[in-house]
């Protein structure tokens, strides 16, 4: 079946300017991610939804980031008044449901952010 | 504050070389999971491991968990081209909400011909 699927694939922006990236999860998977990967770093968290319940914003770096998840399933990540230091890979995943511990979750291709 | 350090961070070798890597922590883990990450896709689990003392094999790679359950390794017999990516561990947040993951930084690997 399709896997995680994330749109578009490269962005590029001025800065200042507000952006939306897409995610598309796996059918089913009640449990959803973005990250963040700067160059040659690991991942940083940014949100966490899973299911109906309020999401987890704790790692979002600041209010210019926002994210939704309707109907349970695509989320869109938005970045507003963008800066230089956002330039990134922004990942999303899924996952069927969010067991601590064994917690397999399948990732998107990213989408290259680069601020100007 | 849970962290997860990997090291090295960077590994060039030549293919037929063997190699491990390390994730260690101060804090207990639940479970490990380790994936791998090419240019220009996502990470891909390989292997979660649930119990102290606890080895996986899975073809030339080798992962254990270490006693305490502070610590994971990686061990990858007669390297390939085809194992260069990034590696990447990471285990529960016991700080965030059930289900979220921290990760370490990564070691990334390169398998020369």
């Known amino acids: 079946g399709a896997g995680v699927s994330q749109s578009p694939s490269n962005k590029v922006t001025e800065k200042g300017k507000d952006v939306e990236l897409r995610c598309d999860p796996i059918s089913g998977h009640t449990a959803l991610y973005w990250y963040r990967q700067s160059l040659g770093q690991g991942l940083e968290f940014l949100i966490y939804?899973?299911?109906?319940?309020?999401?987890?914003k704790s790692g979002l770096p600041s209010d210019r980031f926002s994210a939704e998840r309707t109907g349970g399933s695509v989320s869109t990540l938005t970045i507003q008044r963008t800066q230089q230091e956002d330039s990134a890979v922004y990942l999303c995943?899924?996952?069927?449901?969010?067991?601590?511990?064994?917690?397999?979750?399948?990732f998107g291709p990213g989408t290259r952010l680069t601020v100007l | 504050t849970q962290l997860l350090e990997q090291s090295p961070q960077f590994l060039s070798i030549q293919e037929g070389e063997n190699l491990t890597v390390y994730c260690n922590s101060s804090?207990?883990?639940?479970?490990l999971q380790w994936y791998r990450q090419e240019p220009g896709e996502g990470p891909v689990l390989l292997v979660t491991?649930?119990?102290?003392?606890e080895v996986k094999k899975l073809k030339r790679l080798t992962f254990q968990f270490g006693d305490a359950r502070k610590d994971s390794s990686l061990h990858i017999t007669a390297a390939q081209p085809g194992d260069t990516g990034l590696y990447l561990c990471?285990?529960?947040?016991?700080?965030?909400?059930?289900?979220?993951?921290?990760f370490g930084k990564g070691t990334k690997l390169s398998v020369k011909p």
């Open positions: 804090s207990v883990f639940s479970s």
């Open positions: 995943a899924s996952s069927l449901d969010a067991v601590a511990g064994n917690n397999e979750q399948f």
């Open positions: 939804f899973q299911g109906n319940s309020a999401p987890d």
């Open positions: 491991v649930v119990t102290g003392g």
């Open positions: 990471a285990g529960p947040n016991y700080g965030g909400s059930q289900g979220n993951l921290i």
